[in-house]
């Protein structure tokens, strides 16, 4: 199923690129037949190119279920599908960071109660040409150094970064302003989200990224776990020291044991659906967030991301059913190694 819907982000993210985001959507049905929905038979989703495996997968499974369910899955980034999902012109969108104090003030300007839906872990991977054979790790210092803002005009070689490396350039590819996962990625290695040099090449778009880095023997880039684990033969992944033995010693690869057990740091971190409270009180909706929280731990896996354990699923379909809107996060100060299981539970 990762490849079909990797597959189909790729699509759709070469129709946003030609012309803002991108309006023909994949359905999970194009069923005629009458609505047996009270409030209709059509969901809206968007948000994050990370997220859309995993609501593609939902909606590809929800149809087996409900034929008369008409489902759209765009793909507009993180940010671009937290601006219309806050207008209440989408139903759900998908992110792979937490909303901002800035989107849930505009939601609330605009009458949006939302539910904050965590769905899997993610890990951010970092990674270079597969004939790289200079690079065996990298610290968060030395990614730091790579994109803080002041880099930009000034760290452009390898040997920039350790004397031992080459004396050639280095190519630079990562996610674009949009996406949540820049955002994320600031965070944790510039230690602001948002701060980063611009002389790279972004997209909003993995698939671009993947295809960027496995093509240039001297890139380097980074973007979701999942996107790796399709792509392993095309890329080399580069373990991580986060210089904090407390996560465990030395540099860490990026696995599932290791983003679930945390000792990948920085860059682990939860991935999120999130829907309007007007949408869940229609019957299509309320069904297909019952069906996305029971059958979460099921598809999760199939679509390369890491799927939550049993208490922390049973958590979440419990703030579901409670009613309980808005957001964990908002008064966090990062979100950078958050224990969303300690969230959960206040």
């Not at 999120?272 to 869940?280: D, E, G, Q, W």
């Amino acid at each position: 199923m990762i490849k079909n819907s990797l597959v189909l982000a790729f699509s759709a993210a070469v129709l946003f690129s030609c012309g803002g985001s991108s309006d023909k959507t994949t359905s999970s049905t194009d069923s005629t037949s009458a609505d047996k929905y009270e409030g209709g038979n059509t969901l809206k989703i968007d948000g994050s190119s990370t997220v859309y495996p995993i609501s593609e997968a939902l909606a590809e499974e929800f149809r087996e279920q409900a034929p008369d369910a008409r489902i759209t899955v765009g793909l507009s980034g993180t940010g671009g599908g937290f601006k219309k999902f806050v207008r209440s012109e989408i139903d759900l969108t998908g992110a792979s960071r937490p909303i901002t104090a800035s989107e849930d003030s505009a939601a609330k300007a605009n009458g949006v109660v939302y539910f904050e839906i965590p769905v899997a872990y993610d890990g951010l991977v970092v990674v270079v040409h597969p004939n790289n054979d200079w690079v065996k790790s990298i610290t968060v210092s030395e990614l730091k150094k790579i994109w803080e803002p002041s880099a930009q005009g000034k760290i452009l070689r390898w040997n920039q970064i350790r004397p031992e490396w080459p004396n050639q350039e280095i190519h630079l590819f990562g996610a674009g302003t949009e996406s949540g996962t820049f955002d994320y990625f600031t965070d944790a290695i510039v230690g602001k989200a948002k701060s980063c040099r611009g002389d790279y090449t972004a997209s909003e778009d993995d698939n671009v990224l993947v295809q960027g880095v496995s093509t240039d023997k001297l890139s380097l880039g980074f973007f979701g776990y999942a996107y790796f684990s399709e792509n392993q033969e095309r890329l080399k992944l580069l373990p991580i020291d986060d210089q904090n033995d407390a996560n465990g010693k030395g540099a860490i690869t990026p696995s599932a044991a290791t983003i679930l057990d945390a000792t990948y740091q920085p860059l682990s971190r939860p991935l999120f659906i999130y829907a309007t409270k007007k949408a869940y009180e229609k019957a299509l909706g309320k069904d297909f967030l019952n069906f996305l929280v029971e059958q979460s731990p099921k598809l999760v896996p199939e679509t390369g991301y890491i799927p939550f354990d049993v208490e922390t699923y049973k958590l979440v379909k419990d703030r579901l059913v409670a009613g309980k809107t808005g957001s964990l996060f908002l008064t966090l100060k990062s979100t950078v190694g958050v224990d969303l299981k300690a969230e959960l539970k206040k």
